[in-house]
Each structure stands twice: as C-alpha cells, then as structure tokens.
C-alpha cells in the first residue's frame, strides 16, 4: 500500500512536471526577431540578457548604488565629458578636444554638435555648467569630492565651456571628467532631495524604458546617439542575487553575460565549451593583507616587513586563483598601470622573515599569543586566502587564528563609522579595493596619508609616515607627468619598505557569456567588459 | 469565559510590545552600521559634518528611545518606513514580496502536511513492516538533507541538465505573459522549490502523526472496534485518525505562523523573490527599517496562528471544550 502511494505520488510529479513543461512555444524577450530586417549601422544583437547582483535604484548619479556594475551601468545611461579608453587613458568624449594653460587651471572645451538627451532636448555646455555646480552642492559621496576643486564653469556659448580650477588636478580628465556622469539641467533645476529622485534621463547610448524594482531593468538602445547606434538594439537587466543561481541561468541560456566575475574553479565548465565563452583580463581591485600599524607589535616596521617576507603569494595566485590573478606588488600599484614601479618587487622568504622576527623581539615577547585574522565569511576565495597566509606567519612562528565574520561587522571592527578618524579593533584582516582606489592618484593618498581626519580617509590601518605623507600632498598637485613619476616611483620604495600591508594579488576579471547572442565585449584593462565601448565605438 | 478571553488578548499583547522592543533594539545592538547603504559606494570619502548629515537625514543622529518612540508613533499610524537600501516604503516591498512567499511556503506546508498525514497514518498501521521502517527512513533521510544541497541536486538535474523546469526567479524575466499563460509559466517556477520545500518538510508531521496514531491504536476503544469485526479501514480513517490528529493539528497551526518568514534558504537557491530572502539581505546590510517590519509581520502572525489555534482546538477536541465548561 504505502510503496503503491509513493510511486503513485512520484508518477503524479512526473505528470505535473510534463504538464509544466514549455512545448509549444519558447518566450522570446526581445522585439521580433524579424529576419527581413536589415541590419542597420552595426547593430550586431537585438537583446542581450544580463544579470546583475542586485537592484541599483532609479540608476540615476544619486540613486545608484554600487560602484560595480552600478556605476558602469550609470554610464550606459549618461555620459561623461571624457572618456577612459581600453587602456585608461582619457579620450575626448562629449566634446571634441581640449586645451589647458601651462599652470593647468583653465581648461577649454567644445562639445560636438548636436548631442540630445534622451526627451529630445539639446544638450549643452550649460547642461555641463549646472552638473558641476549641483554636485559641488548637493553632497555625493563620489561626485563632490571629485568636483571641489573647480573654481568656476564659464559657458562661452551653446558649444563652448571653460573649467577654471582653484588649484591643479594630476588627473583631471580621468577624475572628475570621464568619472562624473551631465545630468540634464531643465529636469535637476528644481530637484533639492536628489535621493528620492526616480527620472533618469541621460544623454548616454542606452535609456531605461522600464524598471520593475528588484526584479528587472529594460534598456532601450538611443537611435539618435550622436556617435551611431549602439550594437545592442536592447538590454534586459536581471536581477538575480545569487552566483550560483547566476551562473546556472547563464548556462541554460536564460541570460546571455553576467556582470560578476566567474570563480576561477567554473572557468573550466565556461570556457570554450560553444555555447558559453569567457573573456578575462587584469583587474585593478587588489586584495590585502590588511595590518592595524596601530597596534603593538605590528606598529614595528620590522615586524610587519617580517609579515610580509613570510608570505608566499605565488603560491596563493596558483592555489587559490588557480592561476587567474596577479601577484601583489609591495608598492601596491598593479603592474599594468603606467604609473606601475617596476624596481620593487614581493620577496618571499620565511628565514629572512624569521630573522627580523629576531631582530625586532618578537619571539620573546609575542612567540606566545595568538593574533587574529579576520576575513569575510561569505567569500570563500578570501576565506581560502586567511588560511594559507595564517600556514605562512604559523610557520615562522606568529601565531595567527582565522576569524570568519559577516562583512557588516568586519566594517565594523576595521573601518568603524567608515571614519578612520574612529580608531579600530582588529590585528590583521583580508581586505580588498575597488578599482578607483587604484587607478586615481588622488584616492592613493587617501590610503596612505597619516592625517587621518582631512586626507588619510582610507588609511584603515593608521600607516604614518612622514615621508610618504610630504610625497602624497605633492602628488595631489602635481601636474606635470614626469614629476608625478617620479613621485609615484618613490612612493612605492618607501611602501615596500615599510609595509603598510601587504598587497596579495589583483583578481583577474573573468565575465562569462554566450558568444551567439553577443561577443564584440571590449576589455578595459582593469576595470572588466562592462562599459560604453563594448556597445559603442571610441570616436 | 469573558475574563479568560481577556486575559488571553492581554498575553498577547504584552508578547507583541516585548517583540516590538527586541525587534527595534537587535539591529541596534549589531555590530556595522547602515551608513554605506545610506551614503553609498564611496562612503569612505564622507567629511564628518556630511556624515552626520546623512545620520541626521534618517534620524539615526537621536538617542535610542527617541528613535523607538518615532518608531512607535509611524507604527501607530501604519507607517513601516522607508528602506534604506531601496528607498522605497517598506510596506510596497513586503507587498511585493509576501504573495510569492505565501505561494510557495503556504503550498509546500499544505502539501507535506497531507503527505505526511497520509503516510504517518499508514506507517503506523503496518508498524514494523517493509513499509513503515522504508518510508521513516525516507522522510528522516529527507529531513536531515540540508534543503540548498537538494534544492542545488534538483536545479542541476532537472533544471540545468534535463531544462525541464527554470532554473531561477518566480516569472519569465520580460515575457509579459497574461492570463492562463501567466499562470502556467507561476506554476512551471515554482515546481521545483515546491517540491524541495515539500520534500524536507514532511518528517515533521509525518513522525508526529505516525507517533500519535501508534498510541491511539494501543487504545481500548480500538480493540473494542476491532472486536465490533469493523472493516480495518474504517478503524483508520474514522476513529483512530481523528483522535490521532490533535497533536498534528498544534503543529500545522504553529508551521502555519511561520509561513510569511518564507524559508530563506530555498528562496536564494531558486532566487524566488520572498520575503525570507529579503529578511536576509536586511540583516546583512542592517536595513533597519526593512528588518524591524518583517520581524514584526513574523511575530504577529506566529501570535496570531497560536490564538487561532486555541480557538480551533477545543472545536476538535471535545476534551478540552469540556475542560474550557468547567
């Protein structure tokens, strides 16, 4: 009897299952695919499927969230003055060129002719004027800092605009003009609580034509683009929180890319396979061995350097990365970046670090106690990452014990407040930056300078050093390249010799997507394929 | 009668106000700090005065038992606040979300119950048969199978492999299907984490049932039945299920309070969109808006399925009715 039920209940699943079952048709998600239609300049997919990780607001510059995908996908929407090209150097975007006095203070710029936003209204050099102004005065934790330092935008006519700035910026083209999105002034004029502002009228190649809040974004490509069409005619976005429910999703063709990078173990299932492919490349976000210098014994240079010795990072980019990533350089800066010292580099070497160890006191002191490394528990990469490195110090005799955490209260031990002016309550700890933080000079001061109220705002582990803090505040105002080199390569001697932490390696961007729907992805070094040149072409 | 009643809708009461302090406190006393969802991706870059602006802007620059009285006062009026992840009415999103959890948790709770109802009964008339040892070592081997594995085991054969079933979400993203077809394409997302939820939950019911029902079969009044020569199942199904029921019935009433929670895990599998995952994501993101109004919603409806269940408990249970009398 109760066998007959059981396999009565198991035939009844089998037939709710066939009866679910899609046979006659499959949902098509785009316009028709109407093979009569013509293909029309370089319109290369009709609609792309994209997951991403979570709900970005209204995707204007105030409601975005997350500084990846949010403020790529940001950039889809509106557009910047210039540009970074494959390989981050700023390209004329919006405007045709520039031209800057020798002091560099005032800049001189022409739009091109006939740029709209997306309601049809013309967009110009006073569009520009307002957006600086409204973001100096309207607090954005990414846009206002990045505007503060101009002066005044002089509008000379429709086309013509001149930014005078109180004082030089190194990298002005990079931060704030191919960074900070022009919103429309005859929509913002009005708007005083920018944060619950839902319209997102941009001027970029993509408008949003509906948004079904944490479910689904439809982006609509802009005909009337003043660069061409772009080569997705539509992009549905998404959301699907979980990776694995992601990466399944991409597998069966429910979507066509996935705004994450794949973990180095799937690459195999991904890659080559025909239906699915995988583009990768460096990537600028860097993971740490973050030290508090704070705190007894790690304040000492020599322990830390000791630290440093003890720890094999090549061993972690083929263990853990599988061999998708870049070993760190002690100077922090990724080797693929110009400003890259090619002089300092990671030495490992246990006997050297048990020595200094030695030198320093540290056995007889601390031989003892047990140091803690805190990681985040929902990223096994970095979990993986805390136990090799604790083998490592284990093995020169630091005692160190893994501490898994959730991220919020990791925050909270390493960053409090995210105010480094707040102190903090950690040994060690697996860390991690975002791209921005390694391609702007001026966020590099941020993580290195000792006053940590006004300008060492990412200074987590309370680094002081006298030396660096005079070559960060020369940097900030040095515009000249060859000066800023030099800076740059100084800089990053003084940091391979006093270990602020110590820089493991930079994950390699892996995005994973269905090449049938669409391939023409275009790389930007560092920073991944989701960005205006894999839909638009560099003027 | 009137008295007891009232002491009842007292007890509860208290039970809800204690909630409503814990529910506001918790998230208060949890290390991290809303402040990057507030203030966003470059948070760190904050000069002092604008973080306290922003802290001031949510009212989070007061001392804790202001923040709880202007907590009480919108709550009084029906206001659950603003998210501060998503910036939208708290209620809009648990409106959202609640259909497709009562969707999903409701149906798996009604279908394990009779499954479990069924085989529990079952089971215990052939105590010790092939029958009764095969199906608890099923339902016991189901129970203990941590629900994402299975669920992960079922997207990756019937989903990935065999593309039966979708693999994510409660809809097809962009279909804009109506009427039947909308219903069917439902019906075809939620098989899956229906059938995962069903399956790891029916060992709850099902030893309870199989438990009681063994009990009641020791009874005199059944031997006396069987002497009666009463077709076997007739003994079954209308005096030793119904007695055997009771205790069944205080579980399905207390499941039934659980069902808004939804059950976090199953929903990230299937990234089905309930509100046990939005629970989640607010704890880790300390939304506490978000947090205070679901952990509510749980709490007044666990109440309320208890109150139910005293009320329903004497109508199948003339024991307890008598006992009520007295």
């Not at chain 1, 930014?163 to 022009?182: G, K, Q, R, T, W």
């Not at chain 1, 922090?332 to 890259?340: Q, R, V, W």
């Not at chain 2, 007695?243 to 199953?266: D, E, H, K, Q, R």
Request: hydrophobic letters at 40%; a negative charge; one cysteine or more.
């Amino acid at each position: 009897m109760i066998k007959r039920l059981f396999y009565l209940t198991l035939v009844l699943l089998f037939i709710f299952a066939a009866a679910c079952s899609p046979t006659e048709e499959t949902p098509s998600a785009g316009p028709a695919d109407d093979p009569e239609e013509e293909p029309t300049n370089g319109v290369e997919a009709v609609s792309l499927r994209m997951a991403i990780p979570r709900d970005e607001g209204s995707l204007n510059p105030y409601t975005y969230v997350t500084g990846y995908p949010g403020h790529n996908l940001l950039l889809l929407i509106y557009d910047t003055v210039f540009q970074l090209d494959e390989n981050n150097i700023p390209k004329p975007w919006l405007v045709t060129g520039h031209e800057v006095d020798a002091e560099g203070i005032n800049w001189n710029f022409t739009l091109h002719d006939g740029i709209t936003w997306h309601d049809g209204t013309p967009l110009t050099a006073e569009d520009i004027k307002f957006s600086f102004e409204y973001y100096g005065a309207h607090s954005h934790s990414r846009w206002t800092n990045a505007v503060s330092a101009i002066e005044e935008v002089v509008v000379e006519d429709d086309l013509s605009f001149r930014i005078i700035l109180s004082e030089p910026v190194p990298a002005f083209l990079a931060n704030p003009l191919s960074d900070v999105p022009i919103i429309p002034e005859h929509i913002w004029q009005d708007v005083s609580d920018p944060d619950s502002l839902t319209d997102h009228t941009g001027s970029g190649p993509y408008r949003i034509t509906e948004h079904v809040p944490d479910q689904t974004y439809r982006l609509q490509a802009n005909t009337d683009y003043f660069l061409g069409k772009p080569a997705v005619e539509e992009i549905g976005m998404i959301i699907i929180e979980d990776q694995t429910a992601t990466f399944t999703a991409l597998r069966v063709g429910d979507i066509d890319f996935a705004s994450r990078s794949l973990q180095p173990e799937l690459v195999e299932d991904f890659a080559g396979e025909g239906e699915t492919d995988i583009i990768t490349g460096p990537g600028f976000t860097s993971s740490l061995l973050q030290i508090n210098n704070e705190r007894e014994p790690f304040n000492d240079p020599l322990v830390r350097k000791a630290i440093s010795r003890a720890i094999d990072i090549d061993d972690l980019v083929d263990t853990v990365m599988l061999g998708y990533g870049t070993a760190g350089s002690p100077g922090y800066i990724h080797p693929d970046l110009p400003h890259y010292n090619p002089d300092v580099e990671h030495v490992y070497d246990p006997d050297e670090a048990a020595a200094l160890l030695e030198e320093a006191g540290f056995i007889d002191t601390y031989g003892d106690r047990e140091f803690e490394l805190l990681t985040r528990s929902n990223d096994p990469l970095r979990v993986r990452t805390a136990e090799m490195i604790a083998e490592n110090l284990n093995a020169v005799g630091i005692n160190v014990s893994v501490q898994a955490l959730d991220s919020a209260t990791l925050d909270d031990l390493v960053w409090p407040e995210f105010d480094t002016s707040q102190g903090r309550d950690y040994d060690l700890s697996i860390w991690g930056w975002s791209a921005p933080v390694m391609i702007d000079p001026e966020r590099l001061g941020g993580l290195f300078h000792s006053d940590l109220e006004n300008r060492g705002t990412l200074n987590i582990g309370a680094y002081a050093n006298s030396e660096v803090d005079t070559l960060a505040e020369e940097l900030s105002v040095t515009v000249d390249p060859g000066r800023q080199q030099d800076i740059f390569n100084q800089l990053q001697v003084v940091l391979a010799d006093t270990v602020p932490f110590v820089t493991l390696y930079y994950p390699d961007g892996i995005y994973a997507y269905r090449p049938d729907t669409y391939a023409s992805w275009t790389y930007q070094n560092g920073q991944g394929v989701l960005n205006k040149l894999s839909f638009i072409d560099m003027p | 009668m009137l008295r007891f009643w009232g002491n009842k809708l007292l007890q509860y009461g208290l039970v809800l106000l204690i909630t409503l302090v814990i529910n506001f406190s918790l998230p208060r006393l949890m290390p991290g700090s809303p402040l990057e969802l507030l203030a966003g991706e470059d948070v760190g870059r904050l000069t002092t005065e604008e973080r306290q602006e922003v802290m001031s802007r949510h009212g989070l620059d007061q001392p804790v038992h202001k923040q709880f009285i202007i907590y009480l006062g919108q709550l009084g009026q029906g206001d659950l606040g603003y998210s501060y992840r998503q910036n939208r009415p708290v209620s809009t999103i648990i409106w959202e979300r609640l259909p497709w959890t009562l969707l999903l948790t409701g149906s798996a709770l009604v279908l394990s119950s009779i499954i479990g109802v069924i085989f529990g009964t079952l089971a215990a008339w052939r105590r010790g048969r092939f029958s009764d040892v095969g199906s608890m070592s099923l339902f016991i081997f189901l129970d203990s199978m941590p629900s994402f594995w299975l669920g992960m085991i079922l997207v990756a054969l019937f989903g990935a492999r065999l593309r039966w079933f979708p693999v994510f979400g409660a809809r097809t993203p962009f279909a804009d299907y109506t009427g039947w077809a909308a219903l069917v394409d439902v019906l075809h997302h939620l098989a899956l984490p229906l059938l995962t939820l069903t399956l790891v939950t029916i060992a709850g019911l099902f030893l309870i049932i199989r438990y009681s029902t063994l009990e009641t079969l020791g009874e005199q009044y059944i031997t006396v039945a069987r002497a009666k020569g009463l077709p076997e199942r007739l003994i079954i199904f209308r005096h030793v299920l119904r007695n055997a029921m009771l205790p069944g019935i205080t579980v399905f009433m207390l499941s039934l309070g659980y069902v808004v929670s939804g059950t976090t895990v199953i929903e990230t599998v299937f990234a089905w969109p309930g509100l046990g995952r939005l629970m989640f994501e607010a704890v880790m993101q300390r939304d506490y808006p978000v947090l205070q109004a679901t952990f509510m919603i749980v709490t007044v409806c666990v109440i309320i399925a208890n109150f139910v269940a005293d009320l329903l408990y004497p109508l199948a249970d003339p024991r307890v009715r008598a006992e009520g009398g007295q």
